[in-house]
């Protein structure tokens, strides 16, 4: 319940000396990968690493509405990228977000698609749907450029890294609120270096799986 | 005390036993009740603590489904989401109403406190319980929390915008009221606290449901810890039963406990109207039994009494049969057994009373009985006067002796019914073995007489046996009565006396004359007088000269002893002597005389008198086979030489203990006393006999010498014996020489020595000195010698 139980710190020296990486390895505490987490490595200030990573051009994200879940569950964007709902179900859905960093509310009738959000603040938007409790999305907007999300897997490789010393912030949907984030810092000494990273963490229900919430307990 | 009759006792005791059984069957009923109700009680109380438990769940599932269903409200999600706290604010206190809360809060993720409808202005605190809201993402959340003394329900429900945006805790108080509502809507029992802990460590009373027992304090009273097992204790006095129960908890807070409580009393109480009609019917059972112990004992105890006191009368001789008891029970046979046992005593007692009163053999009455009828007839004076017949079988004795007891009894019952033949209705007794009785009522001599030859012609046939004849020899003797003189034992004895009389005599019949008794009563205390008169000297000797006949001089006397009674005057000794030796006084009677005559022998030897004493001895003296010594003292003491003593004997005497007898004669003999024969010539002695015996006189018998001078076969008779003892040595005497011409012929004869009234007369001592020496003075000159 606190959280982060566990961090196995795993040096190997492969792959060319010129790019160093990080692989970070998610699991549950059942041991099971965790997928749709976020990854941030931020290069600490003063470090060598950090440097401005070139602009890329912005990208419009579809967030499908399908079997009266969002699809994907976890969206990661760029600030200025956008994002678009699509409604393919037969049913009427009205997505709201309460978040700060946008607020919106559509409601999308069955095909329907909602007109493009631009996401220009980092930050997390969570995203339900006011008919469907079930339903939940997450946008994660980040300018860091060290991000990824986990695959099935439960892997993230973050590459290209400059030598330095670097902050790892894992996120997740599900993670408990109130709690702090597992965060780790790692120093990476050569270009060439591969750090893998190991995180357990500790999740809540999937509110997805839950179709009451009300009756939860029945 | 009195002792407990019967009745009573018996009474007590049923009474008693009924009492006791009630009582050990209502502690026996009390007990298992009891133990039963315990044993429900403690069911009962972890049934409902069970209870309990799942209706806080139940309560706190719907307070949470409350909040969860507001928390999906989309405009408390914007305002919380947004931050709108007056909006939130609102909503909350709407949903607390609502719900039944009394305070809502709405925390952030961070566990500090947003909004408070409790409190108006924003505090920022954090939530005292993070461990509540820890849990709440994962499950339902509620816990009973107690702070400050009172404790609450406490749901706390996160709010999803949709992510996890915040808290709502639902704070619904846990007070009285709650507890009481509880207790209406369910089947939970009435005696419900919950207590929480102090931080001091004790614990308090938080609510209490509609009871107000004082549970807390009850089960927690003594410092003992929290009853978490059933446990049987007092509250208030009363009794009950009390368990702990965990609540939910959280971490922080005081502890709080629900008490439950199981009154033994309440569940006692529908037994307590059992309990009275109980007790009413024990009353009841009581005095019934009572009653019926009472009456039972009585029916038992009356016919016992009643019985008793038969039985008492029946000790005192009253033999009337019993009251009949019409009862067939264990009392009625007791008292038939009575009435039997009665009628039998009573048979026997009859029987050993006419066995006591009557005589085996001739079932003829007996002697005590005669007496009594006798007696009875005396006294009535019906007649005057009556006979008394003694009708003795003089050889009964032998009969028996010889042909034994059972032919003498049929020889008995034989002559008993022949006299009743001639008796007819007389009483008729048998007074001995040998002896029957007739009372001849009103029977004058004549008719007596009459009676008495009649029987004895009956009795003198003999007995008629196979091939026995048994001659009887009856004899009897009449005793008349005049009336109311002697008592009929005194007739009888008259009448014995006279039948023994008769047996003697010829004519077997024999009327009694007291004249002639020789067994008077009065001999016996005459007896006592001689001991007496011995002891006190009483008693006198006087002396009959005796003088030679050849010289004239009294050269001899022989002692005589005299008694005057006191009472009765001079008394023969004729009388006396004969009682003393039959009454065995005669050696003493012997000794006192030897005595006194050897003192005044001594006396007249002093007196230069030497006159040979005479003493006479008795037949029983003879037995004495220490009298020689005794008289051998005597002499000594007195010293009076031994040849002045004569003693005489009878010819009876010396016949009758010839050996003993003999040898005394031989031993005073042999002293040099004198022996001389008495009363010579009319008993049966011979001198052939007494050649035997160490004789030196004989003493001729008056009746030879009362009319010697004119009878001329008297003188024959005294001349021969005269002759005869002197050709054999003896010296003779001649006694009763009572004139001149007795005396003459005596001394022509050649008699020694002659006694009598014409000698002298008995005469004390000092007149014999006296008239010895007068006579010497005066004897005749010329006499011839």
Known sequence: MRGLLAVILLLGCIGPAASAEVIVHLSDSAGHAVHDAIVTLTPDAGSAADAATAPRAPATHVIDQRNEAFVPYVQLLRPGDRVVFRNSDNTRHHVYSFAAIKTFEFVLRPGESSPELRMDAAGIAAVGCNIHDHMITYLFVTAAPATAMSDEGGHVALGQLAPGRYTVHVWHPQLHPGHPEPTRQIDIAGGSDTVHLAFTLSLMPDPRMSMDREHLDY | ?785
């Open chain 2, 1 to 785: 005390m009195r002792t407990m009759g019967f009745r009573l006792r018996l009474a007590l005791f049923f009474v008693a036993t009924l009492v006791v059984v009630q009582l050990l069957t209502a502690a026996l009923v009390y007990a298992v009740t009891r133990r039963a109700l315990v044993a429900e009680g403690e069911r009962q109380l972890t049934a409902n603590a069970q209870a309990f438990v799942a209706q806080m769940d139940d309560i706190s599932a719907r307070v949470a489904g409350n909040v969860e269903v507001l928390s999906l409200d989309y405009a408390l999600r914007s305002a919380i989401a947004e931050r709108d706290r007056g909006t939130v604010l609102s909503v909350l206190r709407n949903h607390g109403r609502r719900v039944g809360a009394s305070r809502m809060l709405l925390v952030g993720l961070d566990g500090t406190v947003e909004a408070d409808t409790g409190s108006t202005v924003p505090t920022r605190a954090r939530f005292p319980f993070p461990d509540l809201i820890d849990s709440a993402y994962d499950r339902r959340t509620a816990a009973v929390v107690a702070m400050d003394g009172k404790a609450s329900w406490m749901v706390v429900v996160p709010i999803y915008a949709p992510q996890p945006v915040g808290l709502v805790v639902v704070n619904v108080p846990l007070d009285d009221a709650l507890l009481t509502h509880m207790q209406q809507l369910s089947a939970l029992p009435r005696d419900i606290e919950l207590a929480a802990q102090a931080p001091s460590g004790s614990w308090h009373a938080v609510a209490r449901g509609d009871r107000r027992s004082g549970l807390v304090e009850g089960a927690t009273a003594g410092h003992r810890g929290l009853p978490w097992k059933p446990l049987l204790t007092e509250v208030d006095g009363k009794e009950y039963m009390v368990l702990a129960q965990r609540l939910k908890q959280p971490k922080q807070g005081d502890r709080v406990v629900a008490i439950l409580g199981y009154s033994l009393d309440a569940a006692l109480s529908p037994f307590r109207s059992v309990a009275i009609a109980w007790g009413a019917l024990l009353g009841l059972g009581l005095c019934v039994g009572l009653l019926g112990a009472w009456l039972t004992a009585r029916s038992v105890s009356r016919p016992i009494e009643s019985l008793a006191a038969t039985v008492r009368r029946i000790a005192a001789g009253d033999y009337r049969a019993a009251p009949e008891l019409q009862r067939h029970d264990e009392i009625g046979q007791l008292a038939s057994a009575f009435g039997t046992m009665t009628e039998a005593v009573r048979q026997r007692e009859s029987r050993i009373r006419h066995q006591a009163m009557h005589d085996s053999v001739t079932d003829l009455p007996n002697r005590m009985a005669a007496e009594a009828v006798i007696d009875q007839a005396l006294a009535a004076g019906e007649s005057a006067g009556g006979a008394l017949l003694m009708i003795g079988l003089t050889r009964a004795p032998e009969i028996v002796k010889t042909m034994g007891h059972a032919l003498c009894d049929r020889l008995m019952r034989d002559s008993s019914e022949r006299i009743r033949r001639i008796a007819g209705d007389s009483y008729l007794a048998r007074t001995s073995d040998t002896q029957f009785t007739l009372w001849l009522a009103s029977a004058d001599r004549p008719a007596a007489l009459a009676a008495a030859v009649r029987i004895l012609d009956v009795l003198n046939e003999p007995y008629q046996e196979t091939d026995l004849s048994i001659d009887r020899l009856p004899a009897v003797g009449i005793a008349m009565a005049s009336s109311g003189e002697v008592p009929a034992s005194s007739l009888l004895r008259h009448a014995e006396v006279a039948q023994f009389a008769a047996s003697g005599s010829a004519s077997a019949l024999s009327f009694y004359d007291s004249a002639t008794d020789p067994h008077r009563p009065e001999r016996l205390s005459l007896m006592g007088d001689l001991r007496e008169a011995l002891d006190c000297n009483a008693l006198s000797l006087h002396y009959q000269p005796k003088q030679d006949l050849a010289s004239g001089r009294i050269d001899g006397a022989e002692a005589l002893l005299r008694w005057q009674h006191p009472r009765r005057g001079w008394v023969s000794p004729e009388t006396f002597i004969g009682m003393a030796e039959d009454t065995g006084n005669i050696q003493r009677v012997t000794r006192w005389v030897m005595a006194s005559a050897l003192a005044q022998a001594r006396r007249w030897l002093e007196q230069g008198l030497p006159l040979r004493i005479a003493v006479n001895l008795s037949a029983r003296d003879l037995e004495d086979t220490a009298l020689p010594e005794h008289i051998g003292r005597l002499l000594a003491i007195h010293q009076v030489p031994s040849g002045q003593l004569t003693v005489e004997v009878t010819e009876r005497a010396v016949i009758g203990e010839p050996d003993t007898a003999l040898r005394t004669l031989r031993r005073l003999a042999g002293q040099g006393i004198g022996i001389a024969i008495d009363d010579f010539g009319v008993g049966q002695s011979t001198f052939a006999y007494l050649r035997h015996l160490p004789v030196n006189e004989l003493k001729i018998d008056q009746m030879f010498v009362k009319h010697l001078a004119t009878d001329a076969n008297d003188q024959i008779i005294v001349r021969s014996i005269v002759e005869l003892s002197h050709r054999l040595g003896y010296r003779v005497t001649a006694e009763g020489v009572e004139d001149q011409a007795a005396q003459d012929c005596l001394r022509s004869i050649g008699c020694d020595h002659a006694q009598g009234f014409f000698v002298a007369r008995p005469m004390p001592a000092d007149a014999l000195t006296a008239f010895v020496a007068g006579h010497a003075a005066g004897l005749p000159i010329g006499s011839p010698s």
